[in-house]
């Protein structure tokens, strides 16, 4: 069905390893360290597998997309590395009960570790993956994907673990019932599973899918490298490209963290320095960076991105590489328009995440590049 | 009172006699095959020029980069059985995966991957598979692999199949020494088990040079108790050492810095290290070496240890400057500590980074005649590639297009230029022994780490304090100014599905030691 060769490119260990920057960034602190991902993929690449990437544009309307991703903590995907062929056990196994031929493979969640995932099962069944995915960036709960925000049920869906074992959610009531009992299951798999949900199709996603996804991470990642490489400023650089902004820069003086549902929730407390000298700020964290304070004033709000640096390298922290005394930048990117409908916020947005007293408020971009 | 400080580099060996704040004297001298006798020369004549009474030495410091260059080189690292436990996970990405290939080769490859390991709630991931625990020692057997690693997933909080793989392999390999992860590092699979495989490839050669150490000490006739600076700054005892000789990593590179920071009174600055086979840069805050944000890499190699940002190329004053064709290279290979018989200046026929300088009239050691034969391109080349070296090594840790000084210390540092792209670079008085004098102020630490369990009223801050007020008691103890105590790493993470509110807490204090200022 997807014979046109137009658009297509095919990724390189070069745009891995700009993938890997870019994709650490997006995560805003969660999503899992991209390393361990980049690695498989090199891996795959080195084993001969072809990994293809497709324009969203060019989707057909009627082709079956299959959108998955790693389901679990990041730190269990740091240590209980996988087993390798997950993703693809999930896609046979979908096919298998619907009694249908996928398609393309898209992504989830382009933040983190689950921009790789759909690229090795993709590889390994050898399905392209399309230029797109569910958040444009990292969110904690798979109902906060636009996908299923603009009406995409994804049952049935298929999780697997390294065991081999294959769990099938025929049929949930909601996405949150869905969301629900996949983070029972995950947790009885050992904490970091994949997801394969059921397709969508190509009219939806055309519509429904943050676009780019995969081209915009690479170039993010670029942009940090070029910067690097003549001795510009990386957070500045990274500002440039995502049309984003420096809100902060301080010591972390304070980290606050707990259990809470599964998922660790908490408060960094950052003391700032140079211009920001005598101002405290405060994020608060649930896996991803939620809320930017600045000495008690709330200024920028998920889903815009809050992206937290190392001050000096520009590199990507993520919540759990938090500690005592680092020297950070705190940078605010907006999110894609996709994300700030009435009907986004309602699951993404503050109120999404328990903080059901504060109102989105978009953050101010100061329109130097026009809209966001 | 005086403290000795002693540096032990892949060339030189250089050792300061200080008191309080004041460097009495400096000496190099050549770093020896036995260690011994390079340390014993090294120490004997700075003791001498400061013309000191030996018995009243209360402390020896020693850093030593040893066990790096052996890792950067490839060299003394020996073939270690890399064994995960781990199966059916981890399978897509064997151990050593992510190692440039040469060393993967120097320590033999030998990964072995069998079923076992911990889920992240301490249930067994798969039950250990003792049988093939007895197939890879049978293979150990047969390929004679000399040390063992053994990593198993989630190890960190459950050591107990490490331990069980360890008892089986010894039944069929007695005597081999067996590295298990959780002894080495925190959780992140493969930055542990790197550390663990890099570590047992090391055991041999730390045993013999903490030896080597010792029966210098004992020889000059100094009884005090000497130590091992560590990755942080910080001392640990020798026989820690012998075992961990990946604590020691970055401990070169941390007493420089800190070193060249107490020479020149400079808070902010690059710090550019040329010892005899490599070069190392990092940046100092606030007079402190940079901390690393996130992995560390060590001769290519990713970890994830708390270490000084540093980076480091094999350039340095015994470099092995090679021609084929119209193509010069400079190092990484160097001849070491056998420089002052294989470098041309110095009568040998090797040409090295030394011999470059020195015919181009940049340095003045050895004989100049012996270099004066040399193509002038091929000077030009050579000058060209090591300048390029450097600048690029530097560029890519300047953090900021701020003119910050350049900080060159080090015995090698006669191959660094002036001026180095538009920074100015210094030598402080005592540059070349700046490692050492580094290592005579370095501090005493107290460590805590342990699960606390909040209940009965007891909160996260009490619990907090609590370990803040022990690490700061054991400091103390181990010889630490109380005033000077400053905690450096504070961290509390809350552990799942453990009764009680587990939560885990970490700090480590660290302050001068007593006498500084005597």
Known sequence: ?372 | MYRLGIDVGGTNTDAVIMQGRNVLSGVKASTTEDVTSGVREAMEAAISKADIDRSKITTVMIGTTHFTNAVIERRHVNPVAAIRLGLPATACLPPMVDWPDDLREAVGGHGYLVRGGYEFDGRELAALDLEEIDRIADDINAKRIGAVAITSVFGPINAQMEEEARKRLLTKCPDIPVVLSSEIGRIGLLERESAAVMNASLLQLSARTVEAFADALKSAGLHCPFFITQNDGTLMGAETVKRFPVLTFASGPTNSMRGAAFLTGVRDGIVVDIGGTTTDIGSLQHGFPRQAATVVDIGGVRTNFRMPDVFSIGLGGGSLVRQSGDQVTVGPQSVGYRITREARVFGGDTLTTTDIAVARGEAEVGDRARVADLDPALLEAARAEMTSMLERAIERTRLSPDPVPVIAVGGGSILMPEQIGDLKVMRPENFAVANAVGAAIAQISGEVDRIFSLEKGLTREICLKQAEDEAREKAIRSGAVAETIETIEREDVPLAYLPGNATRIHVKVVGEMGGHDA
């Open chain 1, 1 to 372: 069905m997807l014979d046109r060769q137009d658009g297509r490119w095919r990724l390189d260990e070069a745009m891995v390893d700009a993938l890997e920057i870019g994709s650490g960034i997006l995560g805003t602190g969660g999503g899992g360290n991209p390393y361990i991902g980049k690695l498989r993929v090199r891996q795959a690449l080195r084993d001969g597998h072809v990994m293809e990437i497709i324009p969203l544009e060019s989707v057909p309307d009627e082709a079956r997309i299959v959108a998955m991703g790693g389901i679990g903590a990041p730190l269990v995907s740091h240590e209980r590395i996988k087993e390798g062929r997950e993703g693809l056990r999930c896609v046979r196994a979908l096919e298998e009960r619907l009694g249908i031929k996928v398609d393309a493979i898209a992504c989830e969640e382009i933040g983190g570790q689950n921009s790789m995932e759909p690229l090795i099962a993709a590889a390994m069944a050898g399905l392209p993956v399309v230029d797109c995915d569910g958040m444009g960036r990292a969110f904690p709960e798979m109902q906060m994907t636009t996908y299923a925000i603009y009406g995409h049920r994804s049952t049935p869906s298929v999780m697997c673990d390294p065991h081999g074992n294959v769990v099938i959610f025929d049929h949930a009531i909601s996405e949150l019932w869905h969301e629900r009992m996949a983070r029972a299951c995950v947790v009885s798999q050992g904490g970091a599973s994949t997801l394969a949900s059921a397709p969508m199709s190509g009219e939806f996603i055309k519509r429904y899918a943050i676009p780019h996804s995969y081209s915009k991470a690479i170039s993010l990642g670029n942009a940090v490298l070029d910067a690097r490489r003549e001795h510009r400023d990386p957070v500045e650089a990274i500002c440039e490209s995502e049309n984003g902004e420096v809100v902060f820069r301080g010591k972390i003086v304070d980290l606050k963290r707990h259990l809470a549902g599964g998922f660790v929730r908490g408060e960094a407390i950052i003391q700032g320095f140079d211009t920001y000298d005598g101002d405290q700020a405060s994020i608060h964290i649930q896996n991803e960076f939620l809320i930017f304070s600045r000495n008690g004033e709330i200024e920028v709000i998920v889903p815009d991105l809050i992206v937290v640096l190392d001050a000096d390298s520009g590199e990507a922290i993520s919540t759990e590489m938090l500690r005592y005394g680092q020297r950070v930048a705190v940078l605010a990117l907006p999110c894609h328009p996709l994300l700030r409908s009435p009907e986004a916020l309602d699951v993404v947005g503050p109120k999404g995440f328990g903080f059901g007293d504060i109102a989105f408020k978009p953050m101010d971009t100061n329109d130097k590049k026009g809209a966001a």
